[in-house]
T-cell receptor, first 115, second 117 residues
């Protein structure tokens, strides 16, 4: 079946650095991808909707300059956490719409720890 | 306002027993979809079952069934014959709009299920 892959699965970085997380659809083209953030033992909160070839749509309260999203191709969306701070530490999950109506696939998630 | 409500933060069930995880939703859309996902400690989101708002029959997938009560706006997940491997967080989610709308899912806060021997 269709697979969405995220990389890296875990990343530790120093405060002030930038971190890029990749979300790839492995065997299908995804015109729309979604980025979620999940705090420990909490629900998934939608951060932004990423559309191929256009600017991402951010949810209220999500800083677009902080969380840069690029969806340059039909199989790749990237989330860059810029100038990371410890409060950005979280679990980030992407999802992608499949080609069949209603299909939605999730990546494995990326755990970011900012020291 | 919360669109998806899961009132059970945690549930226990004995192996081989059935368990119901509650989910209520709030939407004014006529066309919407309801999902259940399982999230083990590894973090990945595993799709379990889907129910469309116009589906007349309750969805079933193996040991999972969705008790869809449209008038009450509830979409409870029933897991039959629980297994130890079912221990995980379970999230109810809703997509507002038709299947091809491209809208993201709204998630509930989740229910932690522990299956005991």
């Amino acid at each position: 079946g269709a697979v969405v892959s995220q990389h890296p699965s875990r990343v530790i970085c120093k405060s002030g650095t930038s971190v890029k997380i990749e979300c790839r659809s492995l065997d299908f083209q995804a015109t729309t991808m979604f980025w979620y953030r999940q705090f420990p033992k909490k629900s998934l909160m939608l951060m932004a909707t990423s559309n191929e070839g256009s600017k991402a749509t951010y949810e209220q309260g999500v800083e677009k300059d902080k969380f840069l999203i690029n969806h340059a191709s039909l199989t790749l969306s990237t989330l860059t956490v810029t100038s990371a701070h410890p409060e950005d530490s979280s679990f980030y999950i992407c999802s992608a719409r499949g080609q069949k109506s209603g299909e939605l696939f999730f990546g494995e998630g990326s755990r970011l720890t900012v020291l | 306002a919360q669109k998806i409500t899961q009132t059970q933060p945690g549930m226990f069930v004995q192996e081989k027993e059935a368990v119901t995880l509650d989910c209520t939703y709030d939407t004014s859309d006529q066309s919407y979809g309801l999902f259940w996902y399982k999230q083990p400690s590894s973090g990945e989101m595993i799709f379990l079952i889907y129910q469309g708002s116009y589906d007349e029959q309750n969805a079933t997938e193996g040991r999972y069934s969705l008790n869809f009560q449209k008038a009450r706006k509830s979409a409870n997940l029933v897991i039959s014959a629980s297994q130890l491997g079912d221990s995980a967080m379970y999230f109810c989610a809703m997509r507002e709009g038709p299947r091809d709308s491209g809208y993201a899912l709204n998630f509930g806060k989740g229910t932690s299920l522990l299956v005991t021997p």
